[in-house]
Every structure is written in C-alpha cells, then in structure tokens.
C-alpha cells in the first residue's frame, strides 16, 4: 500500500488537488501535520470536506513517534497532509526517508507554497536569492544569520523572501515545572515584530545591508481569498495592519522596471490615500 | 465577473485544485497558455476532464493578442490555465496588470511549480540561490550569463536550479521564406544537452565555477507518477537516459548530511548497480 505526502497549498480546503482528494479518500487513516504551519481553516472543515477522519499529527508524532503515521503504510494506505507543498520543511524528507526504510511505498502529491506564491508580490522569482527564517527573538535568544544571508542576496541584486516564526504548541515551562503539561497559545510573528527585529539587527551589526528606506513587501495570507500584500519601505511597514497570519516578508533586491508596474498596485501610498479618503468622508 | 489565473501544478490533469476545477467549470471561456511549459497532457484531456471547451492560446495569442483573453473578463467568467504556477513567467503578470487596466477583477489561484518541487531532489529548498535557465545554444548564438549566477550562488554555497529551454512554435524561417507559414516541432532540452553546455561554457571561461566532478541532481517529469530523477557528477549525468520531457537539473552547492542521506535514493551508482545486474542477467 501507499504513504501519501500530500500537499494542501496556500489557502482553504478546496486547495488540495483533485489526485490529491482523491488520494487521501482511499486512505484508511489520515494524518494532518499541525507545527510548522497553519491554513486558515480548522481540520473539522477538513474532516467534513474529505468524509474522513483527520488526526492532528503534531510535533512530539512527527518527530520522535512518526512511527505511528508510517508503520502501518504496508498494510494500508495512509495520506499525511501538509500545509503547502511537502518538500518544504526538513521534517517530510525525514519522515519519507524513514517510511521506505520499512519498505512502505511512498508518493508524493506537491501544491503551492509560499516559495513559488511569492512571486505573486510582483517580484520575479528568477531573482531570488536564498530564503531566510526570522525566528522570534527572546531576552536571550536573538539570532541574526538572517542578516548575512540578506547582505550575500542584496549584493547580487536579489530579492530576499524572509519567512516568520511560528510558535505552536510550545510547552509552558513555568505550568510545567509545577507538574502540569500546559501549552502557549500559538504565536506566529506579524509583519511589523519581523520588520522591528530587522531593523534592530542593521541598527546592531551596521553594515548597511538595509536601512528603513529599503522597498519590501509584506504579504498575508498569500493565497488565501482574502491575501494582503503591501509595498513600502521598511520604515512605512511598520504600521500597516496585515490582519491575521501567516504572514511573510520580501526585502527587494534590484527592481526592474515591469517589477515597478507590478509592485505600484500593492503601494502603501494607496492605501494610505484609501485611507485619507476615508477620513474625509 | 472574473478573470482566473489558474495554476495547472506538473503532472495531469487531476493537479489542478478543486478550487481551480471550480472556478473552470463556472467560466463561459477557458484558454490554456501552450507554450512556456507542457503537460504530461493534452488539451483534449483537459476538455473532458472539465467539461469545457479548451481553446489554446500560444505565444502570439498572449504575447500580442491577449486582449480575446481578458477582454470579455467584465461580461464572463474566463479561465486562464497555466502549467505550474501563474507566477513562475514574466507573460502572465502582463496579462493580469491589463486585465485590472480595463477594469476586470482578477484571481489567481496558485498551484505547484518546479521552483518549489524541486525540494524532491532532496536538496533543501532554504539553500537555493537564484534560478538560472539554460538557453538552446546555436551556431551564432551563445549565452553564458548563467555561468555567472551559478558562480554566485556556488561562492555562498547555494544550489542552483537550472530551467532548461523549450522551443514551441517556433517559425520555420526557410519555409517561411518561401512564403509559407510553418513551425518547427516542439524541443526540450534534456538534462544531458545541458550538461553539455555547462561543461563547454567552464572549458571556454575557465574560471573554476564547477567541473566534471561536482555534483548535480537531474531531474525528469517533476511531480509526475513517472518522474526521474537521478544524483551524479555532471560527467555521470553526461549519458543517463532521463526519458521524456520536462527534465531540469540542479547544481549542488555544500551539501549537509541530512541532503546526502535523501540523495543517496536517486544515486547514479544505484542506476548502474541495477544495469550492471539486468545485463548479467
């Protein structure tokens, strides 16, 4: 029998792909990954949409005990969903890897993701360098690597998609030092917190990667019916209310002129104009 | 009314998105972009599958003609199918800034490209460089300027997606000469073509970039149920029979444990070790 990867894209339920659908329907179990991302819908909706039963599948199964998503893929068909497309995080490479270690056939069902969507902003895919990850900084922990993979792309005229930090179910030490297995809220950073950390790490290590006058992007909910993308500089996205997650971030690199065409339609002036209309009225 | 964009994914005609089946089955025109990219596919597979009439929109049609596309986007529903995702070529966000221009609502709705699939290989898309695409070279014609992005992205140890070319429609001159309208049959380029030229643009330039030893993924049918992809030298992939088109190839940067592990499954010495056996056979 068969372990399908699937992909679910960007958006709602109805962004799965019709083989994927049909996939997940011959399924005697399905799993869906619920740590490295979020769709904007509940896995109920997704229950209902399938006519099958989805088990959250979260960090602690995937990484330590994926033996239970994998182990019956001999014997069974098993789909486990992923936000996006499959081969975006490291955990599913590990997972494959794993479940054909056993002799279990595996195949994988890709979709959108982010990396592809973001040319959606208007700025070519063909000039971005790497991506980057800005993890939530602590009073401990602010880790700025992000900040030389920004200067290696910019230096060559790239575009930089910076996707944010998303905490979910992160273990409440404190509840937990007093015997009780608690779990935070989930946190997923917002355009703005990623913006300010940006700005403290040029204010730190000055070495003129970026500044406040640098042209970005902030995109939410990018794919979804309701996606927000906003051009401005960095110093204007600060206070752009992006509304829910998840949200991502491109820092522009050298922009050519149809790039300029496209970006104009997503400028905060407009919406500031929008804005100002709005007051007057 | 709207205007879809809609991503077709890299396989058949099930890739498409429930979502994007939808938004088809609701237009009163459906045309499909014919020739950036193909499908594992036909038109007419699609217009069974649809239920819809599939009219083929090629270079010329989109390039000079795009207004029989949008322009009934404010009376009728129109679909707009594209291999991948919408976003992954110049063209299509050209369409979409004209259609807005003349006051048609535009929605996209995204699916799997190579950009993002070519995570399968088991290379981490994270260390991606820019994407360069290899051009058919011809007697007069000659481009290297990929050797320089390669160069770039091999300095910050980064691997490097190479897009191979696809000659569709294009015209046959000499008959064109003689007055008649004629194209030339479709071409691909293999992974083994590029190879080739990669390794005549280090002969020519010299400068170090990459050799016949480094490594490199070649990849055939992404996404596809038959999908190739084989882990080699580039000197290894010189001869590896990749079948059908797409094919496309990605040159490996530093490679961490983890990738090594994912690649071992798509190692060359695999392919020969089974080779070696049907023959003793």
Known sequence: MVLYVIGLGLGDETDITVRGLRAVQSCDKVY???????????????????????????????????????ANAKEQNIAFLVVGDPFCATTHSDLILRAQEIGAKVEVIHNASVMGAAGACGLQLYSYGQTVSIPFFNDKWRPD???????????????????????????????MARGRTVFLPPRFMSVNQAVEQLLEVEDKRQEGVYSRDTLCVGMARLGQRDQKIVAGTLAELLSVDFGAPLHSLVIAGDVHFLEEE????????????????DETA
Do not use: W
Not at 41 to 69: M, N, P, W
């Open 32 to 70: 869906l990954e619920n740590y490295t991302s979020i769709l904007g819908i509940d896995h109920k909706t997704l229950s209902e949409f399938y006519g099958r039963e989805v088990i959250l599948a979260d960090r602690d199964c995937v990484e330590t005990g994926a033996e239970v998503i994998y």
């Open 145 to 175: 690597s992000f900040y030389d993979k920004i200067a290696f792309n910019r230096k060559g005229g790239l575009h930089t998609l910076c996707l944010l930090d998303i905490k979910v179910k992160e273990p409440d030490f404190e509840a």
């Open 262 to 277: 496209m970006l104009a339609q997503f400028s905060v002036k407009l919406l500031q104009a929008t804005t100002t209309a």
